[in-house]
């Protein structure tokens, strides 16, 4: 079964960055899109991104277009989320999903993906 690790959070000031990883053992991270999700106490998970297998297409969410960037280096098996400006409203867990394609009506669903890291902490503040 394919699992994924996400790293790479931690506490960030307002205006800071981070760079958070999914990276997957044992199975070629290549082959699926991936996509990435964020939960905030008391609030739904919320898809915020996707990557398909080669790269080749990208999509986010309009709460983080033009601040967050999906990437992924399949020779590394990894995918990655940069993530500039941060506010105190980005603070939440972080988390990567594989098994579903990056289709713009349908990626944000989580209920669609059947492979879950663990998750990653991202809190900002001064």
């Known amino acids: 079964q394919l699992q994924l690790v996400e790293s790479g959070g931690g506490l960030v000031q307002p205006g800071g960055s981070l760079r958070l990883s999914c990276a997957a053992s044992e199975f070629t991270l290549g082959y699926y899109p991936i996509a990435w999700f964020r939960q905030a106490p008391g609030k739904e998970r919320e898809g915020i991104s996707c990557i398909n297998s080669s790269g080749s297409s990208t999509m986010y969410a309009d709460s983080v277009k033009g601040r967050f960037t999906i990437s992924r280096d399949n020779s590394k098996n990894t995918v990655y989320l940069q993530i500039h400006s941060l506010k105190p409203e980005d603070t939440a867990v972080y988390y990567c999903?594989?098994?579903?394609?990056?289709?713009?009506?349908?990626?944000?669903?989580?209920?669609?993906?059947?492979?879950w890291g663990q998750g990653t902490q991202v809190t900002v503040s001064s």
């Open positions: 999903a594989a098994g579903h394609a990056c289709y713009s009506s349908t990626y944000t669903d989580p209920a669609r993906y059947a492979y």
